[in-house]
């Protein structure tokens, strides 16, 4: 990760605590004396980091930590920006917001950001950000053991019965030891705060409007500013759209990864029957389905020491998380494919490289919290008993994680505010572009988020599949519906399809 060349300086000792040692951050404790409702002032300089565009800047900006206290501890946002190529051109700023929640963009206008055209860069400056809780930003950790944070444990996948047992005495560790470690600030990550955050941003860089191009959680995030502050939004783009469903809002995302697996699944079975593929599992697509249910009982049953790996084994549900990460684009495709024949030879792969613990412990303690805070999970575990048998029955290939308990289910914090209702009040400036085969952000939440909406948005429906649509896995059809809505403001007059 990139961040300014002068030493950051984090605001709360108490907020930090063991996080700022596992992640390197070293920096003084001061107490802040600026008034949240002064604007702030950002002073660029060089990003530290390798690979880094020489152009790019990074500066940090203070937030309140708890906007119901402006005036209370402040923690920073670590900023980027790479200025526009043609200032007589220039129109004003493009924040980048990623995905996630955890997921940073402090380096996206030196990467996908230098994807977009030049008309685009030559009109707005390219902004980035790591999102509050999210290192360098002044970070949270939970502090969670080792084995938790395999995805296999992060995606509530339940036990080969069906049981949840473990899934709930999972999420009572993973809360439990976020409640011990996190802080202050774990109980003020939420996509509201960093909507808010957002604003504390543009404000900052001293424009008026603001334009985003958000995908996926990152649609979210800016349907959600777009709410907030409507009349400060510019041209907003939505890529990979998730379904604002303000009763359920993360539970509703888990669920989508049924429909979605369902849309795109067979993509990958045609491409892993197809002749003259080195991956090859079957010799006809209708084959391939079949096969992986197959293999992830017969690795129920039988796992495959796998050293190296977390956890240290090939079992189902390893192979169900495989799947379900190769499914994000179908680069990713042969993944999932040597790993099924080399399930089936009764091998394995070389270990996957994973991240250093730190980081990991820092990205699951900002997904945990704002998954969490967002909005309020049921605590019964025969809520999740019921989903998960109802899931299981009708979309075996998910085996129910879709429906099942995550840390939230025992979330010692409850919601500090009712979740943001997307509606259709502000003004027409949004286009959301959606593949019609997503697995994390299937067609059918992206509807509804259309609809939400209403008057205020567009949607380019793109004959693709992957996740992350635009200069991605989308089509050249969809990519320059984008563009010249970024670089001229003219966008379609309704929904459209780009076969």
Not at 32 to 50: D, F, M, Y
Not at 146 to 160: I, M, T
Not at 350 to 357: D, V
Request: aromatic share 6%.
């Amino acid at each position: 990760m990139t961040q300014p060349k002068h030493s950051r300086r984090i605001r709360n000792a108490a907020v930090v605590g063991v996080s700022a040692a596992l992640l390197g951050v070293t920096a003084p404790v001061t107490a802040s004396a600026t008034s949240a409702n002064s604007p702030e002032t950002l002073t660029w300089s060089a990003c530290e980091g390798t690979g880094v565009d020489p152009r790019q800047e990074c500066a940090t900006l203070d937030v309140p930590m708890d906007y119901a206290d402006p005036d209370g501890p402040r923690i920073e946002m670590a900023v980027s920006r790479i200025r526009s190529e043609d200032p007589g051109a220039r129109r004003g700023a493009l924040l980048l917001i990623p995905g996630g929640p955890g997921g940073s963009s402090l380096n996206d206008p030196s990467g996908k950001g230098q994807k977009l055209p030049r008309s685009v860069r030559d009109t707005h400056d390219l902004i980035g950000f790591a999102p509050r809780g999210l290192a360098p930003s002044t970070p949270v950790d939970c502090g969670l053991e080792y084995g938790d944070l395999a995805l296999s444990k992060l995606r509530p996948w339940p036990a080969p019965d069906g049981s949840v047992d473990g899934n709930m005495a999972t999420a009572r560790r993973m809360a439990d030891a976020c409640a011990r470690n996190g802080g202050e600030l774990i109980k003020h990550l939420s996509t509201a705060n960093e909507a808010r955050d957002i604003d504390r941003l543009r404000a900052a860089l001293g424009e008026r409007t603001v334009s985003a191009w958000g995908v996926s959680y990152g649609t979210y995030v800016g349907a959600v500013y777009a709410q907030l502050f409507p009349q400060r939004t510019d041209r907003i783009v939505l890529d990979s759209n998730d379904d604002p469903d303000p009763a359920r809002v993360a539970r509703g995302w888990l669920a989508g990864h049924e429909q979605g697996v369902e849309d795109t699944f067979p993509e990958f079975a045609a491409w892993a029957a197809r002749p003259g593929n080195p991956d090859r599992v079957a010799t006809r697509a209708a084959d391939v389905r079949p096969l992986f249910l197959r293999l992830a009982a017969r690795l129920d049953r039988e796992p495959i020491p796998w050293p190296g790996a977390n956890p240290a084994e090939l079992n189902g549900n390893v192979l169900r998380q495989t799947m379900l990460d190769s499914l994000y684009s179908p680069a990713k495709f042969p993944t999932l494919a040597q790993l099924m024949l080399a399930a089936e030879r009764g091998t394995v792969p070389p270990a996957p490289p994973a991240p250093p613990e730190a980081v990991l412990q820092n990205v699951a303690a900002v997904g945990a919290a704002v998954l969490c805070n967002d909005v309020a999970w049921p605590d019964a575990a025969a809520v999740y008993e019921k989903g998960v048998a109802e899931s299981r029955a009708e979309y075996p290939l998910t085996a129910g994680m879709p429906r099942n308990a995550m840390p939230c289910a025992a979330w010692p914090y409850p919601p500090r505010e009712a979740p943001v209702r997307i509606t259709d009040r502000g003004p027409s400036n949004v286009l959301l572009v959606q593949n019609e085969r997503d697995v994390a952000t299937p067609l059918t939440g992206a509807r509804k988020l259309r609809a939400a909406f209403g008057r205020r948005a567009v949607m380019v429906t793109v004959n693709s599949t992957g996740h992350d649509a635009y200069l991605a896995n989308g089509n050249a059809c969809g990519d320059a519906t984008v563009s010249r809505f970024l670089a001229t403001g003219r966008r379609p007059a309704s929904d459209v399809y780009c076969d």
